[in-house]
């Protein structure tokens, strides 16, 4: 079966209908001119069978495919001095007087992004009311929240969801390369680490259907919760490419201290996919 599918096809791409090499009777052609069997296995305005689009493959495996690209260019990353960079849609605001740290994820269910949100969270607690702490998730709604119940909530830390990785774009983080992910120091942690949960997450987001639906984020921040612009929304080029519920295993990480006024004191970003931030070299600068 399959391999009379292949042969059919490669003699499609050549330009031959599916019926061209066969002898033994006359082709045959539907009314409306379409060649039977193989146009049937075809989706409407493509050139591959339904069965091979990306939307059916599992959402984990989705998060390794190359992702539409974020509706703004990549920009250089702030470096101190800088003032903080103002995303699309407002989510982060800076220059309030209270300083800030915010944690640009790699994605959800990563053993990587994990250690680094559980220090920020630790961070968080301990300097309640003194600085404000924000982890952004390009990961959607449900998988962030269900990610984050998993760790144990999000306590003093504010959510913020940039599923089409718009914000990243604007603070200079895009897609890291082969060695950014193969490298054999990220290839050894990665064997090492126990904290993968990407499974469980796509699983459970699989099982109940909730990827589907528009249910609030757990513990996130109060600006998710009022429906900030973007949050929750389906993301511009939602419905090309693969899924974005999972995030993407290509995304680079970043951590960044801002203080009061708005200006960037310190920057990183990750160099290698198991980079972990350092959260106290960034609140060592704010003088916590």
């Known amino acids: 079966m399959f391999a009379s599918l292949t042969t059919k096809l490669a003699m499609r791409k050549v330009g031959l209908s599916s019926d061209a090499l066969d002898f033994s009777s006359k082709p045959s052609k539907s009314n409306d001119g379409s060649v039977p069997g193989l146009d049937d296995l075809e989706e409407s305005n493509s050139s591959w069978p339904a069965w091979m689009s990306t939307k059916k493959l599992p959402l984990t495996?989705?998060?390794?495919?190359?992702?539409?690209?974020?509706?703004?260019?990549?920009?250089?990353?702030?470096?101190?001095?800088?003032?903080?960079?103002?995303?699309?849609?407002?989510?982060?605001?800076?220059?309030?007087?209270?300083?800030?740290?915010?944690?640009?994820?790699?994605?959800?269910?990563?053993?990587?992004?994990?250690?680094?949100f559980l220090a920020l969270r630790?961070?968080?607690?301990?300097?309640?009311?003194?600085?404000?702490?924000?982890?952004?998730?390009?990961?959607?709604?449900?998988?962030?929240?269900?990610?984050?119940?998993?760790?144990?909530?999000?306590?003093?830390?504010?959510?913020?969801?940039?599923?089409?990785?718009?914000?990243?774009?604007?603070?200079?983080?895009g897609l890291g390369n082969v060695w950014y992910m193969f490298n054999p120091t990220t290839q050894i942690q990665g064997w090492k680490e126990k904290g993968w949960l990407g499974i469980k997450v796509a699983d459970s987001l699989q099982r109940t259907g909730s990827f589907k639906q528009g249910a609030p984020l757990t513990g996130a921040s109060a600006r998710a919760e009022a429906g900030a612009a973007g949050v929750g929304s389906l993301p511009p080029g939602a419905g090309e490419g693969p899924s974005t519920v999972m995030g993407n295993k290509w995304q680079q990480a970043g951590l960044f201290a801002v203080d009061g006024r708005g200006t960037v004191v310190w920057s990183a970003k990750a160099l290698r996919a198991d980079d972990i931030m350092d959260m106290d070299a960034a609140a060592a600068v704010l003088g916590f």
Not at 62 to 67: D, E, G, I, R
Not at 91 to 99: D, E, H, I, S
Not at 137 to 151: C, G, N, Q
């Open 61 to 116: 495996a989705q998060a390794w495919l190359s992702p539409v690209p974020p509706p703004i260019p990549v920009a250089e990353c702030p470096k101190p001095g800088d003032l903080a960079p103002l995303d699309r849609d407002r989510q982060l605001t800076f220059g309030g007087g209270r300083p800030v740290i915010v944690l640009f994820m790699r994605c959800v269910g990563c053993a990587f992004a994990q250690k680094s």
């Open 122 to 173: 630790e961070l968080a607690v301990k300097n309640q009311g003194r600085l404000t702490c924000i982890a952004v998730s390009h990961s959607s709604r449900e998988a962030t929240r269900k990610w984050v119940d998993i760790l144990g909530g999000a306590w003093s830390v504010e959510m913020v969801i940039d599923e089409d990785r718009a914000i990243y774009a604007a603070w200079g983080l």
